[in-house]
């Protein structure tokens, strides 16, 4: 088993929130004796989890759950106030927009400022300034003042220090959300590279794509409380089922079993390669396979899966399709779609669809569930590979050949 880096026994967060009696100066004034009571908010609850050298553990839960406060604790943010931590190495966190800037001083100075906050010397930061402003892509920028920077631009220039920290634990909050696309790519590359070295990575993100393609196991919270951990398709389901709508009047019960108008809920939609091992990306020249698991709880006629493939504009690039017919009530039904790669490099989307014909007319039949995958080719013009072959002839003119 591997190293334990992060021990987490009963931790617990209080927050104390101010309530004022008396809200306005009359009020003070009549009543002098009134003054500020504080309630206790309990953001975390005996959360208990380890985390192993080389993971790259998910944290996930709705908003308020409590992920960005665990993360805070891990990062020395905030004081714990139940239970212990035991963190072996160092943490290089990146966690919110701001934190370790000054907004009057320029880019380059705050480079050193937070590449020293981090744990590095001057003379570190100096060795790695140029890989820090090559992948921030800030080169005509160093010498402005932060308070002139953009959110995304200040995201790109905090998380190219956090990764040229040398940090043996990276923390990495949901900001990345900031970035564009092209960005975002750049930042899954460096997911990739620390999973392939054995890195230790803690990632909170609501992007379940990004939970299911990198992480190793995921910890799911709710009102502060752990409710679930474990690998990415045991955990990510109920995170799903967390976030269903409510149906009226029945108790305020989360709908879990689908809807009226989405009987068929899809309980999986995995990515697998060939060797039936998640995708991260799907290579050049490689045959990507999508399982799916269905549950209907009624009949249904001429059913069939679709899976639209989107580029990252939102335009269709194509479909891939499967034929159930009847779908069973209560019948469970596993389906499988292979697909050879002929796209050309890029993000694409991959958004399931389950179709059937509902009183003679076909309908959707399922609430729609996305998953985005990376494509690597070596070269490629627009969104596809197009298979074909090419001769080259050596053209002679026979007569001139022949003359004498």
């Keep these: 088993m591997s190293e334990v ?14 309530r004022a009696d008396q809200r306005t100066l009359r009020g003070r004034i009549l009543h002098p004796g009134s003054g500020t009571r504080f309630e206790e908010f309990r953001a975390i609850k005996s959360v208990d989890v380890e985390i192993r050298k080389g993971e790259f553990f998910g944290v996930v839960g709705r908003n308020g759950s409590g992920k960005s406060t665990l993360l805070k604790i891990l990062a020395g943010i905030y004081k714990l106030d139940e239970g212990s931590i035991e963190i072996d190495g160092s943490i290089a966190p990146f966690i919110e927009l701001g934190v370790g800037f000054n907004e009057d001083l320029s880019a380059r100075d705050n480079v050193f400022i937070n590449g020293a906050i981090l744990g590095m010397s001057r003379k570190q930061v100096a060795d790695r300034f140029d890989a820090i ?47 564009d696309g092209r960005f975002q790519r750049k930042c899954h590359e460096v997911f990739r590279e620390r999973k392939r070295r054995g890195e230790t990575v803690v990632f909170v993100s609501h992007d379940m794509n ?95 899966v679709r899976v639209l493939v989107t580029n990252e ?11 159930l017919n009847t779908l069973e009530p209560d019948a469970p039904r596993t389906v499988r779609i292979d697909a050879e790669n002929i796209l050309g490099a890029g993000t694409y989307g991959l958004e399931i669809e389950v179709h059937a014909v509902v009183d003679g007319r076909p ?42």
């Design 210 to 304: 990004a939970i299911e393609a990198f992480c190793d196991r995921v910890l799911l919270l709710e009102n502060g409380v752990q409710i679930a951990l474990g690998p990415p398709a045991v955990v990510v389901p109920k995170y799903h089922e967390l976030n269903r709508p409510i149906e009226d009047g029945i108790d305020g019960a989360p709908v879990t079993e689908g809807s009226e108008q989405h009987p068929v809920v899809i309980r999986r939609f995995e990515l697998l390669d060939e060797q039936g091992e998640p995708m991260e990306a799907w290579p050049a020249d490689s045959t990507l396979g999508l399982e799916v698991d269905l549950d209907s709880p009624t009949r249904l006629e001429q059913a069939m």
């Design 313 to 323: 504009g939102g335009g269709l690039v194509g479909a891939l399709t499967a034929q």
């Design 133 to 179: 402003v090559e992948f921030a892509e800030l080169h005509q920028f160093m010498e402005m003042k932060l308070r002139n920077f953009s959110s995304g631009m200040l995201m790109r220039l905090a998380f190219a220090i956090a990764v040229q920290s040398g940090a043996e634990i990276l923390l990495i909050d949901e900001v990345l959300a900031v970035g």
């Design 363 to 404: 309908q959707l039949v399922a609430a729609p569930r996305r998953r985005d995958i990376d494509v690597d080719a070596d070269r490629s013009v627009g969104v596809a590979r197009i298979p074909h072959t090419s001769t080259v002839t050596d053209t002679v003119d026979h007569e001139l050949a022949h003359a004498d």
């Design 5 to 18: 880096v992060i021990t987490c026994e009963g931790v617990g967060k209080v927050f104390r929130i101010p």
